[in-house]
């Protein structure tokens, strides 16, 4: 907030107490004023709380209903529902302003009005709501005599209604036989708006309907929430009282991010939910009176500022645009003119606040919960929560996030930690109630607070394991800062008990033998922080236990997998455990134990031999490996296994072991005795291609002294035949036919090396011309025809029949055709159409294109066809690729000439010619050029469309026109240019120049002069010229001071001559029209007396409070307009409690001569001695316009000493 200086003052005209009631007043000031902040009401315990009152309409009930979701306003099972409620038993000052938050629901139903957030003067008691539906129950509602029962009045002593308009109806005008009220005109659609409305309006005529209580409310201010439309209804943005009275409005809508729509699908309490909505309200002093008023609503994680710091004064021009032409109270539906008038909102030293929602002819669901209220610049405190030990303690330091206000030099606070008093802490139980600094919760703990620190410690109860919530509020250091009335909302402390490491599995114990390798490891969960492991040894079954550490024996010591190396035998009977501590825990938790056993060594010579029955099988027969496992001792083998993956050469069939059991690839024999030895046998397929190397190993659970016959491999080296295909390199002469050169057997193969053809048999079927010879040779046909033939043959293994392979013999036919392609000149032309023509060629014609160095050479086998096409049009100064496509097709009959039905494509070749596309020439105007003129302003003449043509595509024409700024002389130039382009960017230009005079450019204007000492003078810039220049339409113009007298209104043209000097003010509005902008300057004379009656003069107003601490604010005793004509002739005097005069000066200008705080009276007191604090009274006398001398008295009261 700001300080006294900017706060609504104490006017001394009011004064009419005694002495001493009014010293008492002032030392109580701020417990009067600050007494009902903060309030908070969560609204979610599901029965009425007791400071809440309901307020009935005038027709119908009151729906409200309190649930454990909030206060349920309205249902979405009834039609004309309606809530309101107010709270009873708080009365929030004005003078500091404040700021109210809510979270809110509007959802199911078919969708209805909306919610209200009503401020009425604490004055009125019990308040009468105001009319239901989309009055809100804050407005009035009046209708004709075909329905009395629908005239409601609005709220009683209403100063700021604020309604979540989800609907669209409270900001509409209304004038039908049933609702008549003030608003916007013609924007019936626009929904999804956050709107204010004033407080009550004066009777007009009571005769007519428009009696106290059925006037005023205007609409204020208001905003759409959502960029879209909502149901089909329109998209004006904003919309704003101006000071004639008369609503302004754009359509600038709200990003894509700050868009939504107040009513949701559904309610929830989850910020992170799109569904969750949240209303915050501010209302700051505004220094010239009023407030600055600000809405926001946060809607999921995004909070959309819809009002912002919109000034609501204490008096206002509106208009009345639902009169009835005759009176409501016939039944005539004639809607009569408009009319203005001033609304006076004097801010009530108390408001009261209260919620009403309504749903009309439709559903809604509207909720209201969680409702703050505190001062500006209030404490702020965030919700804090921390861990604690079981049968222990935890704390927390909440203050650190947390803030208080203190004033900045430059008069706006500022908030910081370091602002917080933190003497000021207190605990609040759930009831509201104040604890002190240390507060015991029945069952659950203790809660202690540290003054020194800001530490806050919880003890729990004894055996008390669960969550606990303390909640807590504080102040600041510095005035008014340090009010209770600065407490923030209460925040919440939760202390929550530490998730305890627990262990999931225990170390077992180990069986090892002497010089083995072994681990012991533990499996745990919970806990939240890092865990931290010790492993412990001990020599006394469990006892005196002994942390470990690593060394060349144990490793990883301090994790949760102990490793022991090469196990001695001393260490049997040795247990081991492990501690864990979790760095967010609370204590140590502790393993079992595991006993380490360890065994002497037994030795053992293990040995395995492997043999294949056929070593030089054939692929796809089976073969039998035999394994045999020996013990050669001297001690019996344990836990034998042999372990014998199958390599890729072959496929598994079975295994059969004599002793034990096979799960591939582990043969587990069990045990062997000394000299004693088992067999497994494993089948299987030999495939065509892999590994055959068949290994198997040997291993037991003892020492093995030997370990060079611990391994055996058998292999196989299987008998492979392979056809391999033949095809010849070029094609063959087919009319000649014959031997085609290929031997089948040149390449074929057996067990690796060429085929003898006596160790094999050929077997093949002709195809067509192609035969395969047994021999192994290949002919082919006479006059076969060009193309590609195919013949397969088998070759098998004389001795061995079942082995085989097959393959295929590929001969191509063709005949001797070659293509030289001749070379080209570079070439180009303007346009594709340019290019020559698709055609068909000659051999002839083909040799002679280009540089004439191309050829075909042909001994043919069929008939020669040349196609000339060209490629797409690549666009501007881009190559065309024009193609020459040589096709040789079959001819049957050698006429040399494709026939129909020859379509048999023997050879192909392609050649290329690039053409460049080189487009050069500008497109040409197809109208005559306009000529540069010179006219008068009102005279301009219209742009010409001008067309244009291309030699290669279509032209586009673009028109620009630059319009100079204009000279003082009232001249300015317009160049128009068109440009006229092809589709290469080839462009003509043409220009045209108009030079523009404006006639009687500067227009002056003197009125008559005016009082600089009456507070209601203004003079209207705008009505002055429209009067003296009927004839000039004024567009969107600007205003200009041209003395800096700062007297005039920029955005209105209001000038207000209050307390100039004397003398001429030139006010300067440039009219913005399009082709004829005129300078208006009005000169004002001002002046003193001339005419000026002494009951216009500006009235005196003295600031009552000084504090003299030299921080820039109320060190002196300010009188406001005492410098005005009206007072200059004036003197002062001030007086302690006993009569003494203290200070005493002439023409007092608040600077020079200024009451400080110091004496400057008679001579019982010490001049410039520091007075004390406490009450003083002034005598101010002054002589009037006239002469005539007056005086006003009143008292200060003085805070603090210098």
């Known amino acids: 907030m700001y300080m006294n200086k900017y706060c609504k003052q104490l006017s001394s005209k009011n004064f009419k107490l005694k002495t001493v009631v009014a010293f008492f007043i002032l030392i109580n000031v701020n417990a009067q004023v600050n007494g009902s902040f903060p309030y908070e009401q969560a609204f979610t315990s599901g029965t009425k709380p007791t400071e809440i009152t309901l307020l009935n309409p005038k027709v119908g009930s009151n729906s409200t209903v309190f649930t454990n979701e909030g206060v349920k306003l309205t249902s979405a099972d009834d039609i004309y529902s309606f809530g309101a409620f107010y709270v009873n038993n708080r009365q929030f000052s004005s003078l500091n302003g404040l700021n109210i938050e809510f979270e809110y629901g509007m959802y199911g139903g078919t969708g209805a009005d909306g919610i209200s957030l009503f401020l009425f003067d604490a004055a009125v008691g019990v308040p009468t709501i105001g009319a239901t539906g989309g009055g809100l129950g804050y407005s009035f509602n009046r209708a004709n005599n075909n329905f009395p029962d629908r005239r409601q009045p609005g709220l009683t002593g209403a100063y700021l209604g604020i309604g979540f308009d989800g609907f669209r109806n409270f900001k509409n005008q209304g004038f039908n036989s049933y609702s008549r009220v003030n608003g916007l005109e013609g924007l019936a659609t626009i929904g ?151 609304l006076l909102t004097p801010v009530p030293d108390l408001f009261k606040i209260g919620f009403a929602g309504s749903t009309g002819e439709n559903t809604f669901n509207q909720l209201i919960r969680n409702l703050k209220v505190s001062l500006p610049y209030s404490s702020e405190a965030n919700d804090d929560i921390f861990s604690y030990c079981a049968n222990g303690n935890g704390s927390i330091f909440p203050l650190t996030n947390d803030v208080a206000y203190t004033n900045s030099l430059d008069g706006r606070p500022t908030s910081s930690s370091n602002n917080i008093d933190l003497t000021s802490f207190r605990f609040i139980d759930t009831s509201g109630n104040p604890q002190g600094q240390s507060f015991n919760v029945v069952n659950q703990g203790t809660w202690n607070y540290n003054i020194a620190t800001g530490e806050v410690t919880f003890t729990p109860a004894l055996n008390y394991k669960g969550s606990a919530t303390i909640r807590y509020d504080v102040k600041g250091l510095t005035a008014p800062y340090n009010d209770d009335g600065y407490r923030n909302v209460p925040a919440v402390i939760t202390a929550n008990p530490y998730i305890v490491t627990t262990i999931t599995s225990q170390p077992t114990g180990k069986v090892v033998n002497e010089g083995e390798n072994t681990f012991f490891t533990v499996g745990e969960s919970g806990g939240s922080g890092i865990r931290q492991y010790q492993w412990q040894v001990s020599k006394n079954n469990g006892s005196d236990w002994i942390d470990l550490s690593d060394d060349s024996t144990y490793s990883n010591t301090t994790s949760n997998t102990l490793s022991i190396t090469n196990v001695p035998y001393t260490f049997s009977g040795k247990f081991y455990r492990v501690l864990i501590t979790d760095s967010n825990s609370c204590g140590t938790v502790e393993s079992n134990s595991a006993a380490l056993v360890v065994e002497l060594s037994i030795i053992s010579d293990l040995s395995v031999t492997k043999s294949v029955n056929n070593s030089k099988p054939i692929v796809g027969t089976p073969v039998t490996f035999t394994i045999t496992a020996t013990n050669n001792g001297p001690d019996t083998a344990t836990e034998v296994k042999v372990n014998d993956i199958l390599p890729s050469g072959y496929t598994f069939v079975s295994a059969t072991p004599s002793v034990g059991t096979w799960a591939a690839p582990i043969w587990t024999v069990g045990n062997l005795r000394n000299g004693a030895n088992a067999n497994l046998t494993i089948v299987a397929t030999v495939n065509a291609s892999g590994s055959y190397d068949n290994t198997a190993i040997i291993s037991g659970r003892q020492a093995d002294f030997k370990t060079s016959n611990n391994k055996s491999t058998a292999s196989v080296a299987p008998t492979i035949i392979k056809a391999i295909a033949d095809s010849n390199p070029t094609p063959l002469d087919g009319g000649k036919g014959g031997n085609t050169g290929i031997n089948v057997y040149e390449n074929d193969t057996l067990n690796g090396n060429l085929v003898d053809p006596s160790d094999v048999v050929l077997t093949s079927t002709p195809n067509g011309p192609l035969i395969i010879n047994i021999d192994g040779t290949v002919t082919l046909a006479p006059n076969t025809p060009a193309g590609t033939y195919t013949a397969d043959y088998t070759i098998c293994e004389a001795l061995n029949p079942a082995n085989c392979s097959t393959t295929t013999v590929t001969i191509k036919v063709g005949c001797e055709f070659t293509v030289t392609c001749p070379t080209f000149a570079s070439s180009k032309v303007q346009c594709y159409n340019d290019l020559p023509a698709n055609s068909s060629l000659t051999i002839s014609q083909f040799i002679l294109l280009g540089n004439g160095d191309g ?35 079959a001819d049957p009959n050698n006429n040399n000439t494709r026939d129909l039905g020859e379509n048999i494509i023997l050879n192909q070749f392609v050649c290329n010619q690039n053409i460049l596309i080189e487009d050069t020439v500008p497109p040409t105007f197809v109208e005559t050029v306009p000529v ?243 009450t003083y009274f002034y005598i101010f006398k002054y002589k009037n316009l006239q002469g005539n001398s007056y005086s006003k008295t009143g008292w200060i009261y003085l805070n603090g000493s210098n």
């Open 192 to 342: 999804s708006t956050v709107t204010l409305r004033g407080g009550t309006g004066n009777e007009i005529d009571a005769s007519k309907g428009l009696g106290y209580g059925f006037t005023g409310y205007p609409v204020l201010i208001g905003r759409q929430t959502y960029s879209g439309r909502v149901r089909g209804m329109g998209s004006v943005y904003n919309y704003e009282l101006n000071v004639t009275g008369d609503l302004s409005f754009n359509n600038v809508p709200l990003n894509s991010i700050d868009s939504f729509t107040l009513s949701t699908a559904t309610f929830s309490t989850d910020q992170n939910d799109t569904n969750y909505r949240k209303a915050f309200v501010s209302l700051i002093p505004n220094i010239k009176g009023g407030f600055n008023i600000t809405v926001k609503v946060q809607h999921g994680l995004v909070t959309t500022t819809i009002i912002d710091n919109y000034w609501y004064r204490t008096s206002l021009n509106y208009k009345e645009n639902a009169n009835p032409l005759v009176t409501d109270f016939d039944n005539n539906n004639d809607i009569g003119p408009e009319t203005l008038h001033t």
């Open 855 to 889: 050829s075909i050479i042909d001994s043919p086998c069929g008939a020669v066809e040349i196609i000339a096409s060209n490629g797409p049009n690549n666009g501007c100064n881009a190559s065309v690729i024009r193609t020459y496509t040589i096709t040789e097709y």
């Open 932 to 1174: 540069t003129n010179s006219v008068e302003c009102s005279s301009i003449p219209k742009a010409q469309l001008l067309t244009a043509t291309d030699n290669c595509s279509s032209a586009t024409v673009n028109f620009s026109e630059i319009v100079s700024t204009v000279s003082s002389e009232g001249i300015y130039e317009i160049i128009r240019t068109w440009i006229a382009s092809d589709a290469c960017g080839n462009k003509t230009t043409a220009t045209q120049k108009i030079n523009v005079k404006i006639p009687d450019f500067i227009k002056k204007i003197k009125i008559e002069a005016v009082c600089n000492n009456d507070a209601e003078v203004s003079v209207n810039i705008l009505d002055v010229i429209k009067n003296r220049f009927p004839e000039y339409s004024l567009v969107a113009g600007s205003f200009s001071d041209v003395n800096n007298s700062n007297a005039l209104e920029i955005s209105t043209g209001i000038f207000r001559p209050l307390n100039l000097a004397n003398g001429d003010y030139i006010i300067r509005y440039e009219n913005n029209d399009t082709n004829c902008p005129v300078i208006f300057e009005v000169t004002i004379p001002v002046i003193t007396k001339l005419g000026c009656s002494d009951d216009k003069c500006v009235e005196l107003i003295f600031h009552n409070t000084i504090t003299p601490n030299g921080d820039g604010i109320n060190d002196e005793l300010v009188i406001d307009n005492v410098l005005n004509d009206c007072y200059k002739d004036n003197t002062i005097e001030i007086f302690n409690r006993w009569g003494v005069k203290v200070f005493e000066s002439i023409n007092y200008d608040n600077l020079s001569n200024g009451f400080k705080g110091y004496s400057a009276g008679r001579s019982n007191v010490k001049q410039s001695a520091a007075l004390p604090s406490g």
